[in-house]
């Protein structure tokens, strides 16, 4: 079992949908997680980075984190065509030399 | 744009050429890290520097050796790399303490590197 399980899609939904996007983990230690996008062709870009369980939003995008069930998610509201990326989970133990663990990755595309 | 800059953003190279992949930060961290991204795949670790020393390798090969001169500035430099090398590197940086609770890995947007 991976240490952490992300379905890689795709998922396709029409502009303005509210998306939701999740990541199941295994390790129990994890004590901060990412969510990050990766457009083609470029390096992953920090979106939304909370520590423990709870939520954080910020703009369309809220993050949600419920330790007590290994599970997070990303929720995107009022979609956009701007939103088609991959979007990658990743979680670390908090340690000093800040080692990620990736989710693989769902490709998400928001059609006109 | 990235505060993080890796040069080249293209690199093709043969088997037995000599090359460097370079990253500089102005973000002020501490940390500095190479990660490994093929098509389709999330990034794999290579190696991880804090204040400029080589904390962590990821059983990396040798053909793959790291250089660290100063806290903003990370190089790769690349010898006898075989195809399956070709990838996406990315460069990423931190500040090293997770006290801090505020700082996750910014990466930059790679260099696509192609052996042939």
């Known amino acids: 079992q991976k240490e952490v399980e992300q379905d890689p899609g795709p998922l396709s939904v029409p502009e303005g949908a509210i998306v939701s996007l999740n990541c199941t983990y295994s390790n129990s230690a994890f004590q901060y997680f990412m969510w990050y996008r990766q457009y083609s062709r470029k390096g992953p870009e920090l979106l939304m980075y909370?520590?423990?369980?709870g939520n954080k939003e910020d703009g369309r995008f809220t993050a949600q984190v419920d330790k007590s069930s290994k599970y997070i998610s990303l929720f995107i509201r009022d979609s956009q065509p701007s939103d088609s990326a991959t979007y990658l989970c990743?979680?670390?133990?908090?340690?000093?030399?800040?080692?990620?663990?990736f989710g693989r990755g769902t490709q998400l595309t928001v059609w006109p | 744009d990235t505060e993080v800059t890796q040069t080249p953003k293209h690199l093709v190279m043969g088997m037995t050429n000599k090359k460097s992949l370079k990253c500089e930060q102005h973000m002020g961290h501490r940390a500095m890290y190479w990660y490994k991204q093929k098509a389709k795949k999330p990034p794999e670790l290579m190696f991880v520097?804090?204040?400029?020393?080589?904390?962590i390798n990821e059983s990396v090969p040798s053909r793959f050796s790291p250089e660290c001169p100063n806290s903003s500035l990370l190089n790769l430099h690349l010898h006898a790399l075989q195809p399956e090398d070709s990838a996406l590197y990315l460069c990423?940086?931190?500040?090293?303490?997770?006290?801090?609770?505020?700082?996750?890995?910014?990466f930059g947007n790679g260099t696509r590197l192609t052996v042939t």
């Open positions: 909370t520590y423990s369980s």
């Open positions: 520097y804090s204040y400029e020393k080589l904390s």
């Open positions: 990743a979680m670390d133990r908090g340690s000093t030399l800040g080692r990620l663990y």
């Open positions: 990423a940086s931190s500040q090293p303490h997770r006290e801090l609770r505020n700082s996750p890995l910014h």
